[in-house]
């Protein structure tokens, strides 16, 4: 089978099934390993790339590149101190650099499928990708990345596909496991969902992500009880992390609240609302919550903020119109309910089919 053309989206599935090597990804951005003297700018960025100080790595990179171009690996290492950055656009520039001295390099290749993948490019990432397989195999987490830009082109079937091999390749890849998880729920297969959410939590038995999603198929499969109980973990999980998630907070509120449960689903959601203030959804079940708690001005803002933030949202317009209708307020309440019809018809039109 030939590779595909590089315009193509599809990666190339030849690579796959007869590996008996694993080889190390191309994620992890480690120290350069440098065969000569490490001496002016490139030695400069080398012990400033081993000491976490990426953004002066980067400019010594590329003063090293600019005395000799295409003589060292300053190129490659500049892209890899942009990624620790952030800076996805110069380090796909500083990439395409080195390619152009090097087109035959893998671990430059599978770094711009990265960066691509980041920048939402997904056709050319899995381009990039497949040149790469032709010349050294994947490892578990560039197969990650191929099945994540199956999702970013909505093709849940490939990126189960793909995430399978990733954690096949490498049964211990605890974030292959958890996107291959959100992948088999997308698609409405719980169990398989299930059983990846619980590897997950093999490898790592506080992973907050993988509890809450946990009660999600609870919940979904009709069992309110243990949903609680998951979300209630995950939540207890995250108490003393620096970076915690809303979303058990959010799910747990909204699930009391279903559950007629309203005093106990108030700190939940506005905890959510705290962690996440440019969060749509956490405002929207906040502002619900206090409208069915009778605390119609902090329901006005909640609701009001949430249609700010996603002005496309018929249920934040349907809600705040409900809102303007106990607070009395008609024509503001027509005015929503309106919106709201407006957007539902204009969301049908563009779901038909073709004629």
């Not at 430059?108 to 920048?119: N, Q, T």
């Not at 949903?227 to 979303?247: L, N």
């Not at 506005?270 to 119609?296: D, I, M, W």
């Not at 809600?319 to 307020?329: N, P, S, T």
Request: with cysteine.
């Amino acid at each position: 089978m030939s590779a595909p053309p590089t315009n193509s989206r599809r990666f190339n599935p030849r690579f796959i099934f007869s590996w008996s090597i694993i080889f190390a990804s191309s994620l992890c951005f480690s120290s350069p390993q440098v065969s000569a003297p490490s001496s002016g700018d490139f030695g400069q960025g080398v012990a400033e790339f081993r000491a976490g100080h990426y953004s002066s790595a980067a400019e010594s990179f590329a003063r090293a590149e600019a005395a000799s171009p295409g003589a060292t690996e300053a190129l490659i290492y500049q892209g890899k101190s942009l990624v620790h950055l952030s800076d996805f656009p110069g380090a796909e520039k500083a990439l395409r650099g080195y390619l152009a001295f090097h087109p035959d390099s893998s671990e430059a290749l599978y770094l711009l499928g990265f960066v691509l993948h980041r920048e939402n490019r997904p056709s050319d990432s899995l381009a990039i990708y497949t040149r790469a397989a032709a010349i050294t195999p994947p490892a578990a987490d560039d197969l990650k990345i191929v099945g994540l830009d199956y999702v970013l082109l909505d093709d849940y079937a490939d990126a189960i596909k793909w995430l399978r091999a990733a954690v096949e390749r490498d049964p211990r890849n605890k974030d292959a496991w958890y996107y291959l998880g959100r992948a088999y729920y997308t698609k409405s297969q719980r169990a398989e969902a299930r059983q990846a959410f619980l590897a997950v939590l093999s490898l790592d038995p506080r992973d907050v992500r993988a509890e809450n999603n946990l009660g999600l198929i609870y919940e979904t499969d009709g069992q309110p009880a243990a949903a609680i109980e998951a979300y209630r973990q995950a939540v207890a999980w995250q108490e003393q992390s620096p970076h915690p998630s809303e979303q058990p907070y959010v799910n747990l509120g909204n699930l009391l609240m279903e559950q007629g449960q309203l005093t106990e689903a108030l700190p939940p959601l506005e905890k959510a609302v705290a962690l996440a203030p440019n969060n749509a959804f956490c405002h929207l079940t906040l502002g619900v919550a206090y409208r069915q708690s009778g605390k119609l001005e902090a329901a006005q803002r909640e609701l009001e903020t949430a249609t700010r933030l996603e002005p496309d949202n018929p249920t934040a317009h349907y809600q705040l119109g409900r809102l303007y209708k106990d607070q009395h307020a008609m024509d503001r309440a027509q005015a929503e309910f309106e919106k709201t019809s407006d957007l539902k018809t204009r969301s049908a039109g563009s779901q038909s089919p073709p004629k």
